[in-house]
């Protein structure tokens, strides 16, 4: 009875009956599991899968194919095991998840082991499509080609039904091709004019433009080559060391004929190991190479050259402006190394953002000076880095840098703390104890999260910013003390102010110079050189300052495309961890990372190159129109021909700070 109520089930949902289906599956899960027949129950619940699915009721869907997956594997079941498999994966493809890719393997598994032709051809066409779902156009075309073959051997109906979905994939892998060329092309023509236009700095622009460019057209690594003076120089770079891309260049131009550079078509030449180069390059000064590392029996399109030609012609263009930049070595701009601004006591500090730099070059300014800094953003930007820089950049450098947390200890032990105490003042006072502004005295102080001050500390402090007066606690008599206030804060110190939870008076003496550091987020360009100095440090810090440790391209990815709630200081966490947990592995790969950074990525789509860097064009105009009007705002929108409210919400949305 069961068996006829689950093919009556199937019957109506082919007919699209789904409401007579779905109250037909559920009598025969009912009787099924009264009887206790899980191979019945579990092909009645894949039948239901499919329902919810047509209805469009993903989680119900999902849960019903688990619970299917799950029954017929305790049962042995292969054959219905192998159907829920095949049903699962087609759900998730439609849904375009990477986790299809599990079930399709396990339903592979399963039609070798029952030697059904019929269904291993329509699993080859399922992982093709999951393959063009994940832009693997070359592993689609191979999937296909294996299940024509298996195609071949099939005859009557099944053969004809597996040959017309072959058919129709192969029609979905061509458009996706074409239209993948096209977009991406005209993203890279328009990114181009952008860039040529805007001359936005090219550290945002150049490792996108390159891991664009190499998953269009699957390649395992992607570099620039320029060669220059009888050396070979990498301006850019994807998934591969500068070390390996000049040592594959150099053998190539100098060996056998086969050189890189000058050529008005793109060439093909093996490099072992079953890989092979493409490379592209242009007549006009016989100097640069854009070259692709891909597979040995990897076949390129047409769509693929003519992609490939029109990337050169964009990247090119960046790869010429990096080499020429003044005051800026090729590997300081491209990452082989740390990149910072200027120069002085702020080379410590790692950026290649616009703003930061900025705010860098205004911090080294207001270092020369004794005036208060208030330096604002949230836990984990480098507030208390930026401090140390400002101080050694100071008079001040030869004293002491001492810093408080203010917001973590109680308000008496405090008091305490910044001005010390006199014998007997309380219980435990058995000697006169100098505070930390006598320490700092000649020095700076540093107060970390003065958000959370008490009032009667703030009106002690407002003293000392005024005249230098200080008292320790118990002693009658004022001290004097020279020291240079530097605080900061995760809050916004005017809403607390608006609230009456901080001293207004207090506020305008510790702001008389205020810095706004962004956000991680905000600074996506820098992670990767993040990431490569803190790998570096870390394995110093763990005794193997020698040892060779790189991140796989996805692993990157995810880096970049997280959203560092915790800012650089969970990013150097991270990596601490990483390199900890690493043993005798000489690559990050994406499983090690952590659940929180892996749910993330699997979550979130990443933004396409054309918005993103239409975002950015958009951020480097305000901020240029700003500069020209010395930051105020109302001359900047005039300037811009836009209302002033229009600037102030562009302003919030790009995270640009006066």
């Known amino acids: 009875m069961t068996e006829v109520l689950r093919r009556l089930a199937q019957l109506q949902l082919e007919e699209e009956n789904l409401c007579e289906a779905q109250d037909t599956a559920r009598k025969c899960i009912r009787l099924s599991r009264k009887i206790e027949d899980k191979h019945e129950r579990g092909a009645a619940l894949r039948i239901l899968g499919d329902i919810h699915a047509a209805k469009g009721r993903t989680r119900k869907a999902l849960s019903a194919y688990e619970e299917s997956m799950r029954l017929l594997r305790s049962a042995k079941e292969n054959y219905e095991l192998m159907r829920s498999c095949i049903s699962m994966a087609s759900f998730l493809i439609g849904m375009q998840k990477e986790s299809a890719g599990v079930h399709l393997l396990e339903a592979k598994h399963l039609a070798s ?137 150099r053998r190539l131009d100098n060996g056998g004929g086969k050189r890189l550079f000058g050529a008005k078509q ?71 190394g740390p990149v910072a601004h200027p120069g002085g006591s702020f080379k410590s500090i790692i950026t290649v953002d616009s703003q930061m730099i900025r705010l860098l070059n205004l911090a080294e300014r207001a270092s020369r000076t004794d005036v208060p800094i208030l330096l604002q953003g949230e836990t984990g930007v480098g507030k208390e880095l930026v401090t140390r820089a400002i101080h050694d950049a100071s008079a001040r450098r030869e004293k002491a840098c001492t810093a408080i947390n203010t917001g973590g200890i109680p308000v008496h032990f405090l008091e305490s703390e910044l001005f010390g105490y006199m014998k007997g003042a309380f219980t435990d006072a058995r000697m006169d104890k100098p505070g930390l502004v006598e320490h700092a005295c000649g020095g700076t102080l540093f107060l970390d999260e003065i958000g959370d001050m008490s009032e009667e500390i703030q009106v002690k402090l407002l003293r000392l910013i005024e005249n230098g007066e200080y008292r320790r606690l118990g002693e009658a008599a004022l001290r004097h ?42 600074r996506r360009g820098d992670i990767g050189l993040l990431v490569r100095h803190l790998l570096k440090h870390c394995l110093q810090k763990l005794h193997m300052p020698d040892r060779a440790v790189e991140m796989d391209a996805k692993t990157m990815e995810a880096f970049e495309l997280y959203d560092w709630p915790g800012n650089i200081r969970e990013l150097q966490n991270e990596i601490m961890r990483l390199v900890s947990l690493l043993g005798s592995e000489h690559v990050i790969r994406f499983h090690m990372l952590s659940d929180a950074i892996q749910r993330y990525f699997k979550n979130h789509d990443r933004a396409g190159l054309h918005e993103d860097m239409v975002g950015q064009y958009e951020r480097r105009l305000i901020i240029q129109a700003l500069e020209a009007n010395d930051w105020n705002r109302l001359k900047a929108a005039e300037e811009m021909g836009i209302p002033r409210t229009t600037l102030l919400a562009k302003m919030r949305r790009l995270n640009i700070t006066s």
Do not use: W
Request: hydrophobic fraction near 40%.
């Open 113 to 249: 082991k029952t030697g059904l032709d019929y269904f291993a051809a329509r699993i080859m066409v399922l992982m093709a499509k999951h393959a063009v779902n994940m832009r693997n156009h070359a592993e689609a075309r191979a999937y296909l080609r294996k299940a024509q073959k298996i195609c071949g051997a099939l005859n009557g109906q099944d053969g004809d039904t597996a040959a017309g979905e072959i058919a129709a994939a192969y029609r979905e892998l061509d458009k996706a091709i074409v239209v993948s060329s096209i977009d991406s092309a005209e993203k890279l023509k328009i990114l181009g004019k952008i860039y040529e236009e805007a001359r936005f700095p090219v550290e945002e622009a150049g490792p996108r433009m390159a891991t664009e460019i190499a998953r269009n057209v699957n390649a395992e690594s992607l570099f620039v080559v320029r060669k220059r003076n009888g050396g070979y120089r990498i301006p850019l770079k994807y998934n591969i060391a500068s070390d390996k891309a000049k040592r594959i260049a």
């Open 266 to 336: 793109p060439r093909i030449c093996d490099i072992g190991s079953g890989k092979k180069l493409l490379s592209v390059s242009g007549p006009e000064d016989g100097q640069c190479a854009l070259c692709m590392i891909i597979d040995g029996d990897r076949s390129l399109s047409q769509q693929d050259m003519e992609f490939l030609l029109a990337s050169y012609e964009a990247i090119g263009r960046v790869a010429e402006e990096q080499t020429e930049r003044c005051g800026r070595t090729e590997t300081d701009a491209f990452g082989d």
């Open 481 to 522: 003390a020279n020291v240079r206030i530097i605080s900061a804060t995760n809050k916004d110190l005017t809403d607390l102010v608006n609230r009456g939870k901080f001293r207004e008076d207090l506020f305008y003496r510790l702001s008389t110079v205020r810095f706004t550091i962004p956000a991680l987020r905000y």
